[in-house]
């Protein structure tokens, strides 16, 4: 029998912050763990919350995977700088949310291989990582009005900056959150297609009926001082746009991009293993048929590579970073460009 959400017992997460308290606190969400190097031991996940008063409650998170570093490093800046002078309603900042895959600068967890970002909702019963799914499941994500889940390419990806959002049942809901994909103010927004979206972050959030607004800004397993730049004015972006702090949105010199997946064919995967040559590059505009990168057989010299095509016209958002490349991995990630992007049922 599957229990449902109201059977499940509480999280064993305790907080030491109070929510509900004005001013600015940092503390921790703790969760129980008993290891071979510590029997009564704790994960802690810092947390930092900034309320003033009413209004709306903002979610920030990052390290939702461990190796991607723009959302991790704005948020703990924004952490030490933010001030409840400067907040309307809540703002609650969890930079490092699957903090031990952050500890390891790896994309899953080294304690039971957890990755967070599919492992929602979760289960207080579960591994570490699902009992963290559940946690945001359940305490954080029902208090807030709008989330904002920071992502890059992590180690083995590379992706044009870019707010997104998802295709909705709830056109509303779809609009509220693609105007604040746009209004984080990267280069490009996109409306995204996830190949599985069962277990995200993501869709925990939208079933709940949140605003919810996610990005990729980079990869590669670093960051750089543009990354960084497009992230925290994004963010900044994100709050004023929702609300909970005076000013005005700042888009990006030149003007913003409009990105559309409309399906799987977006995706580009390897059907071979060895080493990969990329013929195009990120931002490069693409045909389709047109070849787009080789693979190279690494077991013996004197054969041809495997061509890799374009399924569709578009701009290459993403590529694999490493030249090392087995078969399932996605090698390249294809977009359309579009004029506008309008919460309306696909065609």
């Not at 969760?31 to 190097?37: A, K, N, R, V």
């Not at 490093?73 to 400067?86: G, I, R, V």
């Not at 995200?200 to 590669?220: I, N, P, S, Y």
């Amino acid at each position: 029998m599957t229990l449902q959400p109201n059977q499940l017992r509480p999280s064993p997460i305790s907080a030491t912050v109070d929510f509900d308290a004005d001013g600015v606190q940092h503390g921790f969400l703790k969760l129980p763990i008993s290891t071979d190097e510590s029997a009564w031991g704790a994960v802690m996940i810092p947390v930092t919350v900034v309320k003033n008063g009413e209004g709306p409650t903002a979610l920030l998170t990052g390290g939702n995977h461990g190796d991607e570093y723009e959302g991790i490093t704005s948020l703990l800046k924004l952490s030490s700088t933010l001030k409840a002078e400067d907040v309307t309603g809540r703002v609650i900042i969890v930079p490092c949310m699957n903090t031990p895959a952050v500890m390891a600068g790896k994309r899953t967890s080294p304690m039971d291989k957890g990755n967070l970002n599919r492992s929602f909702p979760g289960d207080p019963n579960g591994m570490v990582t699902s009992q963290i799914a559940d946690y945001f499941t359940r305490v954080l994500v029902p208090m807030s009005d709008v989330v904002l889940d920071l992502h890059s390419g992590g180690r083995t990806l590379d992706i044009l900056p870019f707010g997104a959002s998802h295709v909705l049942d709830d056109k509303a809901q779809q609009q509220a959150a693609l105007d604040g994909a746009k209004a984080f103010g990267a280069p490009y927004a996109m409306v995204m297609f996830e190949l599985d979206a069962e277990k995200l972050f993501d869709t925990a959030c939208e079933r709940q009926g949140k605003v919810f607004v996610a990005t990729e800004l980079g990869g590669g397993g670093t960051s750089t001082p543009q990354s960084m730049a497009i992230a925290e004015r994004g963010v900044h972006n994100f709050l004023i746009h929702y609300g909970l702090v005076a000013g005005e949105v700042e888009m990006p010199v030149g003007g913003q991009m409009y990105l559309d997946m409309p399906d799987a064919s977006c995706y580009v995967q390897s059907q071979h293993s060895g080493v990969l040559e990329l013929l195009v590059a990120l931002g490069d505009e693409v045909k389709r048929g047109q070849t787009i990168a080789y693979v190279y057989d690494m077991t013996r010299s004197g054969t041809a590579p495997v061509a890799y095509k374009a399924e569709r016209d578009g701009i290459l958002m993403a590529r694999r970073a490493p030249s090392l490349i087995n078969m399932g991995d996605t090698l390249a990630v294809i977009a359309d460009i579009v004029e506008r992007l309008e919460a309306s049922p696909k065609a």
